[in-house]
């Protein structure tokens, strides 16, 4: 009789992981006059000169309310939205910055908008582009006799440029409808089976940004 060997019998190697918690990450966005947010359920409704613009953030446990700061130096009260992360890990942390981000942008596309510039690069056949209703029609890439479309996302507005040649101007107040409608016209004259290098042939983002003030 032999007694069984104590488990396992093999050797195993336990490794104790500590991970560092934040105890309470936070950060603030000032509201400039003329701007009215509204946070309900993590629900941000920003309202502007421009329009209204709404996002949600619930897939991030956080707390975001509007709160009412006032300046040190000139003691005047100002409304600020709030956004506070509590017993965060590092990737957690990451969250704070790009909510805050998101919401300065709305902020931003319901004061000032945002503006897309894309130029026509083309070696010998002119690319042609014409606005039919909300589609944006490219035709005659690289000779070709396809007509390429683009339906425009909702709130965002095409402009051909009048002092430049070959440009066209995508603006909006969502940041993200913008930049995706400009990604899907650079994405439709995209090149397959030639040399990259050598075929340069597309429609491409030459400036974006905040719509500039007039004057």
Same mark, same amino acid.
């Not at 500590?18 to 509204?38: C, F, H, N, Y």
């Given at each position: 009789?032999?007694?069984?060997?104590?488990?396992?019998?093999?050797?195993? &190697? /336990?490794? &104790?992981?500590?991970?560092?918690?934040?105890?309470?990450?936070?950060?603030?966005?000032?509201?400039?006059?003329?701007?009215?947010?509204?946070?309900?359920?993590?629900?941000?409704?920003?309202?502007?000169?421009?329009?209204?613009?709404?996002? @949600?953030?619930?897939?991030?446990?956080?707390?975001?309310?509007?709160v009412e700061k006032e300046d040190e130096e000139t003691g005047e009260k100002t409304n600020a939205v709030q956004v506070d992360l509590w017993f965060a890990s590092r990737k957690q942390l990451a969250c704070v910055r790009?909510?805050?981000?998101?919401? !300065?942008?709305?902020?931003? $596309?319901?004061?000032? $908008?945002?503006?897309?510039?894309?130029?026509?690069? /083309?070696?010998?056949?002119?690319?042609?582009?014409?606005?039919?209703? @909300?589609?944006?029609?490219?035709?005659?890439?690289? $000779?070709?006799?396809?007509?390429?479309?683009?339906? &425009?996302?909702?709130?965002?507005? /095409?402009?051909?440029?009048?002092?430049?040649? @070959?440009?066209?101007? &995508?603006?909006?107040? !969502?940041?993200?409808?913008?930049?995706?409608?400009a990604a899907q016209i650079q994405q439709a004259t995209n090149i397959r089976n030639k040399d990259l290098r050598k075929f340069l042939d597309g429609i491409y983002v030459s400036e974006k940004g905040p719509i500039e003030?007039?004057?």
């Open positions: 009789f032999f007694a069984p060997a104590p488990w396992p019998a093999t050797p195993c &190697l /336990y490794r &104790l992981v500590i991970t560092m918690k934040t105890l309470l990450a936070t950060r603030s966005i000032d509201i400039p006059e003329g701007v009215d947010v509204e946070c309900n359920a993590r629900v941000i409704k920003v309202t502007g000169p421009r329009g209204t613009l709404s996002r @949600d953030f619930k897939h991030i446990s956080m707390d975001c309310r509007v790009t909510v805050c981000s998101h919401i !300065d942008n709305m902020i931003t $596309g319901v004061t000032r $908008g945002f503006c897309y510039k894309m130029r026509f690069v /083309y070696s010998h056949f002119p690319i042609n582009v014409t606005l039919s209703g @909300d589609i944006v029609e490219i035709r005659n890439f690289l $000779g070709e006799k396809r007509v390429r479309k683009v339906k &425009l996302m909702h709130g965002v507005s /095409y402009k051909r440029s009048e002092n430049v040649k @070959d440009e066209i101007c &995508l603006t909006g107040n !969502d940041i993200a409808l913008v930049s995706l409608t003030a007039e004057g």
